[in-house]
């Protein structure tokens, strides 16, 4: 199936992006057929801006771009479906989603991974991640085997709270390391998802 372009008649259909993962339906956009054909060859989600009058490539000036997976057309071949991995949060809010969809926890753990992220490309001194990423993969390596450790021991006593503290700091060590190695938890998900067929 192709889009077809000449159902409206500034020759703009809208595109729907929708998380690769979750399913979160993350925003709405225009293309035009030159948009759709640049989305396709470059695999990352090309808008029609229609503020801007021109073609607008999601993620061009804050780097938070929609990496394709999928491109599915409706029946009418007037309304185009992405199955996209984000990488960042997707509205310019901040959020995840532009339709405010909030506080869950794959959104947490996105917003979480973006201030990571951001400690790696523009440290600070009072940064304890910042701090990590100085030392390098071997020091960042050790404290998710720390961690590691530390949750182990807390798993063959009964104090919860002390257990689900050290869940958390190994899960927290564990999204630096990915960041450190250039990987996010959706990376992640995806093996998981795979291996589930």
Excluded at 17 to 26: A, G, R
Excluded at 41 to 65: A, H, I, M, P
Excluded at 73 to 89: E, H, S
Aim: glycine share 6%.
């Amino acid at each position: 199936m192709k889009p077809d372009y000449t159902k409206s008649t500034d020759g703009l259909i809208p595109v729907i992006i929708q998380d690769n993962i979750t399913n979160v339906v993350l925003m709405l956009g225009y293309m035009n057929e030159e948009a759709f054909e640049k989305t396709q060859q470059e695999k990352r989600v090309t808008f029609f801006s229609r503020s801007k009058n021109r073609l607008w490539t999601k993620g061009e000036e804050s780097g938070n771009f929609l990496n394709v997976n999928d491109i599915l057309i409706d029946c009418d071949n007037d309304t185009i479906l992405i199955k996209a991995t984000p990488a960042g949060p997707t509205c310019h809010t901040g959020n995840d989603t532009c339709f405010n969809e909030k506080n869950t926890s794959v959104n947490f753990l996105t917003e979480l991974e973006t201030i990571i992220r951001d400690r790696k490309n523009n440290p600070t001194d009072k940064s304890y991640t910042s701090s990590l990423f100085a030392k390098g993969m071997n020091k960042i390596a050790q404290k998710v085997g720390e961690e590691a450790i530390e949750l182990v021991i807390e798993a063959k006593d009964t104090n919860d709270e002390l257990f689900m503290g050290e869940a958390a700091d190994l899960l927290f060590h564990y999204l630096i390391l990915l960041q450190a190695k250039n990987f996010t938890i959706n990376d992640i998900v995806g093996i998981l998802k795979a291996r589930q067929k």
